[in-house]
Nanobody, 128 residues
Framework: QVQLVESGGGLVQAGGSLRLSCKFA?????????????MAWFRQAPGKEREFVGG???????YYADFVKGRFTISRENRKNTVALQMNSLKAADTAVYYC?????????????????WGQGTQVTVSS
């Protein structure tokens, strides 16, 4: 029904920036469009649980985990069915696989189990 494809990951030095993008696609017969979904970014480092990074609501309100506030920014472009994660001032601790997720609700959920659809993930590696 819904497919999410992340891109933009890679290797960057500490202090650098990366911009991740997530493309949303839906079957033609599916009623809900991209604008009907809240979107979020999660990340998972080796040996750790997947954690919430930030999210953007249907109305483009945003909410971030404390560890990325002031460094990461989420935006969405409904015309292009995309959501982006701009990451600045990257740290080695930001190294993880980053996942895009979609949920059909008004607010922004922060728990992994609240999201219905997931992308395959994109690797971000920050060298110190």
């Amino acid at each position: 029904q819904v497919q999410l494809v992340e891109s933009g990951g890679g290797l960057v030095q500490a202090g650098g920036s990366l911009r991740l993008s997530c493309k949303f696609a839906v079957d033609a017969a599916f009623e809900r469009s991209f604008s009907s979904y809240a979107m979020a970014w999660f990340r998972q480092a080796p040996g750790k649980e997947r954690e919430f990074v930030g999210g953007i609501s249907r109305t483009s309100d945003t909410y971030y985990a404390d560890f990325v506030k002031g460094r990461f920014t989420i935006s969405r472009e409904n015309r292009k069915n995309t959501v982006a994660l701009q990451m600045n001032s990257l740290k080695a601790a930001d190294t993880a696989v980053y996942y895009c997720a979609a949920d059909a609700r008004w607010g922004i959920a922060t728990q992994r189990g609240d999201y219905d659809y997931w992308g395959q993930g994109t690797q971000v590696t920050v060298s110190s």
